[in-house]
């Protein structure tokens, strides 16, 4: 069950992972904004979820509306990372690193504050998804349906996204604009467009990590810090840029957490920042660079 | 003898930027490298000034063997370069960009506590360095207030300032306005010849290097096409019909 | 001739800065005499966040490091005060405190410096992050010690060669700390203003601007964003510890990255490109912090606000409003001209 649980919360870091590295590798901007995201899909799914099954007529068709919340998250999500995109992001794309932090860390805290408006402070419960899905019996062991769910939609993506930006004629799009910008606007590719289009892939991807994972964790203000910080460092351990690097580092990262959580409980609020030290200290080019050689 | 490249080869996958590559540079000369794009020309800079290892050969400067020596030991051992796309100091002056060389080359950048300013014979020597280069007029300046063909000349007086015996320069022209090409190419001649450097300058206009430098190499796909004085070397039919579509 | 010329020019400069700042030290001193206690509390804060700023700006604004977790350094200060007043009251004097709260937080920049700053920039910030909190994390874990979120209590310290017997924490701080504070922040003032002025500083400078042709013109990249650290973190350290006298209490909340947070803003507010943007930048906000309860309710999103702006548009922020508003007074012909270049080569790139 350790391993599971490791796996999930891989997924979803793989998942936001995904979209920091789509959008440093297209725009070259360290998005941290990509927090925002998640907890936007968290919340949105999750208030969805709880208000309409808190009507008695619709309680029949809890299943549907679990997955119309979760759909729901990805889809405002995305809209709102496009708005941004259009109005803010644009600016950002070609001012030094530190201005990058702090301009996407300035939209963080907005967005942090704009959801205690409109949310308050309180959690935000949707267990449903989770509960209805119930679990898988293997010898005696037990497996939450829903959790393999996780699983399998990121893998999924995982895959989907890889095939777009390898296989596609848009995703050589995305790859030219990536090597450089100034050629490919000599190419006649709107990069302009390409940027947009990737800021709005990449929250898409955010939305969904957070909305799926709000069954399981409910929502939450700050909810957004610790999977940022990891997914970061999954982003990184895997060479920014690199998406099987991101699988592995997602993996390692998300089975770490997992075993020592199970070992040490009392140290999780520390365990987070802990293993990010580790990683940063011991190798700061990334786990992939020394296996792949 | 300044400079001594032995059979110098650097590979990348099955490109071969720099293909045994010989040759030497003696002091005070100023030696233009031309060819094609792609001959190899900024990997030999590289090469050169650190920035690159080879995969095999040798370079010797002042009898020394620096084939493997980092950048900053060749910057001790005298030799400098500046860039092609211009890579200044942005957010301060144009004298403390020179000054700022000033300070790092001579060991003096670890003082913390007395003010630059009061460092007087820095700032002289700051001041005679961009009278050189014709800036002096413009040194409380921003860099983003120069223009393009001042902010080349500002890139290399700052390899300059670091007092250098052989300075390394990529396609300092570029980029430039036709008509102040020769105006700067006098500057930038006049300030090597001031201090008796020796120079490697990597040019893409033939018109420029036939006017200014002592020889020339031309590269060709990674190796020597031709080697000697420009007149001679650029009647060469071979040559010509290398570098036929580049200039004039 | 020359030589002598520009040395005068130099020390004539100088004493104008020197003049200012006198102006400003007498303002200071006279003012526990025109206004009520209240406001020197408020005002003996803002010193203490104007050293904060100040350090965490010679590595932000000078050397270009952003780091989110600086509050960490601040905690090393407070809590070096706090504990030894709990612990070890026998030495617990103002000199003795404020000194090893200056030696811990240098030392733990010292050690956490050589590992930060081993990662490129971006990893960095985050790895400082994760820092603070590991370190919040263990003040609120080690209860028994640091009585965790219920935090430690700051009592007045003795002084060695003075005595003050029986006043309360506020008379304290108006009659003596306060001037305390001014000859503290004055010096280390002067420090910074000398450190990034010299060669060392302007290194930094090149540091920040083009570190690639900073190595190649000769300066030791990795070791001065090194020194840069260790002197920004022992700033901190030392605004921290001073800080709990004032504040009579430290909790792990100045570990917190929301602290840090606060460290960044209030560095950006007054302008992070201009010298003395990072104290105006404290000032207000402690004046903002402490003066409209009202609105700290949605603060991180009037932070986040400000940090977002400042970062895209007006990187000299407000005291880079008033250096222009200053400027306005100098011959506006020759400003114009060069804003024309500017804008004419921004728009050729």
Redesign the interface.
Known sequence: MIIINGLYYASILYLLSLGLNLIFGVSKL?NLTQGSFYSLGAYITAWFISTMLSFYILKGNALLISFSGILLGVIITGLIGLLIEKT?IK??YN?????Q???T??????????E??IWGGNIISAPQPLRLLGELSIDGYHYSIYYLLIIITAFSIGIAVQFLIYKTDLGILFRVVSYDREIASGLGISVKKISTLTFFISALLGGLAGSLMVPITSASLGME?DPL?LS??VA?AGGLGNFWGSLIASIIIGETRSIMIAIFP??E??L???I??II??TK?EGILERKGG | MILKVYNLKKYFKEVRAVDNVSFTIDSNEVVGIVGPNGAGKTTLINLISGFLLPDDGRIEYLGHDITYLP??IR??MGIA?SFQIV??????SVI?NV???I???R???????????????V??EAIKILEIFGLSHKKD??P?????GERKLLDIA??Y??NPRLILMDEPTSGVATKDKFRIMDIIINAIRANKLSAVIVEHDLDIISSYVDSVLVLNEGRILARGKPNEVLEDPLVKKTLFGISR | M??YI??IY?LK??TKILMTLIIFIFILLILPHILPSYYIIFISYALSFAIASLGFNLL?GYT???S?GHAVFFAIGAYSVALIARYLPNIYYFEIVILIALISSALFAALIGI?AL??????F???M???S??I???I??FYTITRGSDGLPVPIPKFIGLTIHGISQDVFIVKYYYYILISIFIVSLI?MY??V???????L??I???P?????????VKL?KY?SFVISGTYVGLAGSLWSIVNMYTSPEVAH?SFS?DI?YMT?LGGY?IFLGPVLGAIIYTLIKLYTVIFTQ????A??????????LF?EGLGGAFLRAYKFLAPLTIKRE?KE??EK??R?R
């Open positions: 360290i803010v600016y950002i001012i030094s690193l530190e201005r932090l702090l301009a860390y300035g939209l963080l805290l907005i967005f942090m504050d704009l205690r408006m810090l910080i970061f460092m990184v009392e140290i609020l520390a987070i920042y802990l990010v030290f940063l200290a700061p | 950048p900053h910057l001790k370069r890579n200044l100091f942005e957010r301060i403390d000054i700022i060389s300070f790092s080359s060991g003096m950048t670890r003082n913390m506590l007395k003010p630059a300013d009061f460092y007087t014979h700032k002289e300046y921003m983003d207030e120069l223009s393009e700052i390899a300032a670091t | 020359r030589l520009n040395y130099e400069k100088l932000l270009g490091l952003l989110f590992i081993r990662v490129s920039e971006a990893y910030a985050i790895l992050l994760a820092v909190m590991i919040y994390s263990l609120l874990k420090i000398l450190i002025s010299s060669p060392f500083g302007k290194a400078q090149a920040r601007d083009n690639n042709r900073a190595y190649l013109i000769g300066i030791n001065y020194y990255w947070s960044v950006l490109t949605y603060w991180l999103l932070s986040g606000i400000i940090i977002l702006i400042i970062s895209l990187p060069r270049i500017r080569n921004r050729l």
